[in-house]
């Protein structure tokens, strides 16, 4: 954004209206394109956490499948053999499953978390064209009453 310049001129005297012109388009391109870097700022943010939720919730599906071939193992191992051979199976698949579920709900909260951040540009807009209306119908209402 561009500094404030002082008026040219006479101390005491008003920028002429080319000069407001030319801060208020200053103003509101600098106004403009801080919206935008907010908005991309906010969407690699967003990107970055619904990737690692995304991620942790692919781990917990791989670690699913491999659950599921040890329990079908310990069925197995169940059927042809005594106890033995298959608790073994069972307590490993058991232990997999634990962690299936500690990594898909810590992805699901992440996912969950990554939607409340969407960016909203057209939000911080809004609120500076209201400004700079107000800014404006105040100088406007100024300049009649001189």
Known sequence: MTQHQPPSGAPGSQPSLGEL???ISEN???LVKGEIELAKAKGKRMA???GLGAGLLAAAGVLALYALGMLLSA???GIA???SPWAGH???AV???VIVAVLALVGVNRL???QKDVPAPQEGLKADVAVAKAALQDGLERGSAK
């Open 112 to 114: 969950k978390a990554a």
């Open 81 to 83: 053999e005594a106890l």
């Open 75 to 77: 069925a197995a191992w």
């Open 21 to 23: 012109v030319a801060r």
């Open 90 to 92: 069972l307590i490993v």
């Open 48 to 50: 970055v956490s619904l």
């Open 28 to 30: 509101v391109t600098g």
């Open 95 to 97: 232990l997999l499953l």
